[in-house]
């Protein structure tokens, strides 16, 4: 056996023993497994402080229709221009994405494409590549020309189908202490619940609070010897929530850039710092963005200006394909896209449309379909998991329960068959049939004396209707502080088909937006659909908000809120 096959074997053991991945059998070597890719990178000229490179990637997994080969430079090495690939750089990362010309890559197939450099002092050659985040173990074991052989995986290991399945989930001591200091809320105070970075600010901690590296120093610490997973919520796109004021950030809509150096690279930073291997981190991708330039844009009668202007600019797409291209790169850190929920994109008209602008999305700036492991419903809103008393199917009075007022043509009456739905839409348009998906369930347990308990008068559809649903807002498009609302079920690991966690992303008792115009610095409005007395708008059929009086601003702790949501809980708190 020569010395170039020894060493493949060897890296070899070392990806089949993390990932548990079946990978193309060597021709040649029955049982043998081979590498899933490989990468070749030459140098062709170097002139000091320049240089010219071309590099092959060859694809021994399953045929790829879009592909994205990374690598990061030992030294201060800059890409300054690319050809057969769209190639780009951070720091010392640097991402080669197909052009639209080569994206196929069949299984044995093989792309190629150059770029030009420039650099000072030395110009090691860089040891480890991926293929769409799956390791490559080069040619002959190691990159070619002098430097380290056999690179193996990063990291401990490619990642698990579902992070939550077997492991604990972290609770922010933060939430917890205001949890535990209201009457009652030690019954809740130790559930898991997301971390959310709203702004730059949020990063470090503001006001003396936690920041990101105190969360996950915080996170190591529960974890002890089991697994643990940290869940955090990327949120401060520019021109972000174009449709809703109180949620405005505070990166206007042309402020791509800052987002990506003053926001992600830090966060992307702090993520792949080795202390922080062993953690599984679950990040909920830019909230109420991108199902926005579907339904609140051009013609329709939700359309907004601001909405426009952000489907125009294009930077909610590049704003989300960085993200999921920078966060994606550890192994140990899973991306889900927020994909709105069933009464906001539920309808024919929305449902595929959809699904086709989250695929544009992951599939920008260097971004691939797999820096998405799945994606989250229902974050901070309040649908119920479930509708039990009645089904799309039913028909009343001889009416199909879609012609109701509720429901309203929808395709989905709950979250949970829409999530289920739609996770099918989403492979179909192009992304991996493994993806996982998540329901924030922190607020729609809908329990109570309000809770019906079964189906409606059959006298009308209405009535069916309304007589039977758990959901009781005033109308679905309503989603600021809802009077009424509960805690819905506990987080849980792979509660149904599809699904891989019920998740609490929304910190209970945390204000979804002022009931009055607060000033503040945070760069947050007044919507009035925190108002109690406001009478709607087309997107809530021009109803009232239904909304809690004397709420905070935005994120905010809202004591009212939280008790209310203990009160209605479904299932009931002990």
């Given at each position: 056996m020569s010395r170039s096959r020894t060493a493949i074997l060897a890296a070899l053991a070392l990806v089949a023993g993390a990932s548990g991945t079946a990978l193309a059998v060597v021709p040649g070597d029955a049982g043998i497994t081979a590498v899933p890719c490989t990468v070749d990178y030459k140098v062709q000229n170097d002139w000091g402080t320049g240089f010219t490179a071309s590099v092959t990637v060859t694809n021994n997994s399953a045929a790829k229709s879009s592909w994205a080969v990374k690598w990061s430079y030992a030294g201060n090495q800059k890409v300054t221009n690319g050809w057969n690939a769209k190639v780009t750089q951070s720091g010392t990362a640097v991402t080669a994405a197909n052009e639209s010309y080569n994206g196929a890559?069949?299984?044995?197939?093989?792309?190629?494409?150059?770029?030009?450099?420039?650099?000072?002092?030395?110009n090691a050659l860089p040891t480890t590549f991926t293929l769409d985040g799956v390791t490559c173990n080069v040619d002959g074991g190691g990159p070619t020309g002098p430097g380290p052989t056999d690179p193996g995986p990063t990291g401990p290991g490619t990642k698990v189908d579902n992070p939550y399945a077997g492991a604990k989930v972290y609770v922010n001591p933060e939430w917890s202490a205001k949890a535990a200091a209201e009457p009652g809320g030690s019954r809740i105070s130790s559930q898991p619940t997301g971390v959310w970075l709203d702004r730059i600010a949020a990063i470090n901690g503001v006001n003396g609070g936690m920041g990101l590296r105190d969360h996950l120093d915080a996170a190591l610490t529960q974890k002890g010897s089991g697994e643990l997973v940290v869940q955090l919520v990327i949120y401060n796109l520019p021109g972000r929530d174009c449709a809703a004021l109180a949620s405005n950030g505070e990166l206007g809509p042309t402020e791509i850039d800052k987002y990506k150096t003053q926001y992600i690279d830090p966060i992307a930073s702090i993520l792949a710092d080795s202390k922080y291997a062993g953690l599984?981190?679950?990040?909920?991708?830019?909230?109420?963005s991108l199902p926005n330039l579907v339904t609140n844009t051009g013609s329709r009668p939700t359309a907004t200006p601001q909405c426009d202007v952000m489907k125009a600019n294009g930077n909610y797409q590049k704003g989300v394909g960085y993200a999921l291209n920078k966060l994606g790169d550890a192994p140990n850190v899973y991306n889900y896209i927020d994909a709105g929920h069933h009464g906001w994109i539920g309808w024919d008209d929305n449902f595929a449309p959809s699904a086709a602008l989250f695929k544009e999305a992951a599939t920008t700036e260097g971004a691939t379909v797999n820096d998405v492991h799945g994606f989250i419903t229902n974050t901070a809103n309040y649908s119920a998991?479930?509708?039990?008393?009645?089904?799309?199917?039913?028909?009343?009075?001889?009416?199909?329960?879609?012609?109701?007022?509720?429901?309203?043509?929808?395709?989905?009456?709950?979250?949970?068959?829409?999530?289920?739905g739609f996770r099918n839409q989403l492979v179909t348009a192009g992304f991996n049939s493994g993806i996982g998906m998540l329901i924030d369930?922190?607020?729609?347990?809908?329990?109570?004396?309000?809770?019906?308990?079964?189906?409606?008068?059959?006298?009308?559809?209405?009535?069916?209707?309304?007589?039977?649903?758990?959901?009781?807002?005033?109308?679905?498009?309503?989603?600021?502080?809802?009077?009424?609302?509960?805690?819905?079920?506990?987080?849980?690991?792979?509660?149904?088909?599809?699904?891989?966690?019920?998740?609490?992303?929304?910190?209970?008792?945390?204000?979804?937006?002022?009931?009055?115009?607060?000033?503040?610095?945070?760069?947050?409005?007044?919507?009035?659909?925190?108002d109690p007395t406001y009478t709607g708008n087309p997107r809530n059929g021009n109803n009232l908000s239904g909304a809690l009086p004397n709420a905070p601003v935005s994120g905010h702790w809202f004591s009212a809120q939280f008790q209310q949501l203990m009160q209605n809980a479904y299932p009931?708190?002990?």
């Open positions: 890559l069949a299984t044995g197939g093989s792309a190629s494409f150059g770029f030009q450099g420039t650099y000072s002092g030395s599984r981190i679950v990040n909920t991708i830019e909230i109420d998991l479930k509708e039990n008393n009645f089904t799309i199917n039913d028909n009343v009075a001889g009416k199909s329960v879609r012609e109701s007022k509720w429901v309203d043509w929808n395709r989905y009456v709950d979250e949970l068959s829409f999530a289920q369930t922190s607020r729609n347990g809908w329990g109570g004396t309000a809770r019906p308990a079964g189906p409606g008068a059959t006298t009308t559809v209405d009535t069916y209707i309304d007589g039977g649903r758990y959901d009781r807002r005033i109308h679905i498009g309503n989603w600021c502080n809802q009077a009424g609302a509960g805690l819905g079920e506990r987080p849980q690991a792979a509660p149904a088909a599809g699904i891989d966690a019920y998740v609490w992303m929304k910190p209970p008792g945390e204000s979804d937006g002022s009931s009055s115009a607060i000033p503040n610095d945070e760069g947050k409005g007044f919507d009035r659909m925190c009931p708190l002990s």
